[in-house]
């Protein structure tokens, strides 16, 4: 079965730098959430959109922002990127809006130098 | 603010036992409720939900319940297996907001 896809996989940038990461929900799936997971911490939600509107906002940074685009897919834009911003950025998708089970994709690994 | 924890960080028990792994909630609000379970390097894995309007629900042995009056969550595994060894993250949900627990670490030993 189609799983979430995300890319890259790895990611290294420098202090002060743009990056972008990418998500594919599971085809027919209309809400992608993302999260942001630091070394042996709980993942801690960012952002939801649900049919290509913004649904929900978590502790996502100023400098971070994110979309859904008419193909459904997502995309986190991180901008000034920050040491602390180094982590595991995990989108999940589900279908049928809030209160149903998310699938999680294998997660970016963005290391900031 | 919102939060939702765990009792214990981690939890070791023999394979064949059963499990229990508790966390706390906070936010009245949430009606919805799921465990997770993530391995080294994986990404979050569903296990088991629960609505609100709910106080157990059971899957394939595993058993969620539910207790708004003391806002409690517990996940129980049935015969515990070396391959249930992971992360196990509870989950609140209010809306489209997710929020995790710290997670519980289960350790089974052969």
């Known amino acids: 079965a189609a799983g979430v896809i995300q890319s890259p996989r790895h990611l290294i940038k420098e202090k002060r730098e743009t990056a972008t990461l990418k998500c594919y929900p599971i085809p027919r799936h209309d809400t992608v959430y993302w999260y942001q997971q630091g070394p042996g911490q709980d993942p801690q939600f960012l952002i939801s959109f649900y049919e290509k509107m913004q649904s929900d906002k978590g502790s996502i940074p100023d400098r971070f922002s994110a979309q859904q685009f008419s193909d459904y897919h997502s995309e986190l834009n991180m901008s000034s990127l920050e040491l602390g911003d180094s982590a595991l950025y995990f989108c999940?998708?589900?279908?049928?809006?809030?209160?149903?089970?998310?699938?999680f994709g294998p997660g970016t690994r963005l290391t900031v130098l | 603010g919102e939060s939702v924890g765990l009792h214990l960080p981690t939890l070791s028990v023999q394979e064949g036992d059963n499990s229990i792994i508790n966390c706390a909630y906070s936010?009245?609000?949430?009606?919805?409720f799921i465990w997770y379970k993530q391995e080294s390097g994986k990404g979050p894995q569903f296990i088991i939900d629960i609505r609100s309007n709910m106080d157990k629900r059971q899957g394939q042995r595993v058993t969620v319940l539910l207790n708004k009056t003391v806002k409690h969550l517990s996940l129980q595994i049935a015969a515990t297996q070396p391959g249930d060894s992971a992360v196990y993250f509870c989950?609140?949900?209010?809306?489209?907001?997710?929020?995790f627990g710290a997670g519980t670490r289960l350790f089974v030993k052969a």
């Open positions: 989950a609140e949900s209010a809306g489209f907001k997710t929020i």
């Open positions: 936010n009245s609000a949430s009606d919805y």
């Open positions: 999940a998708s589900s279908l049928g809006g809030r209160g149903r089970e998310q699938f």
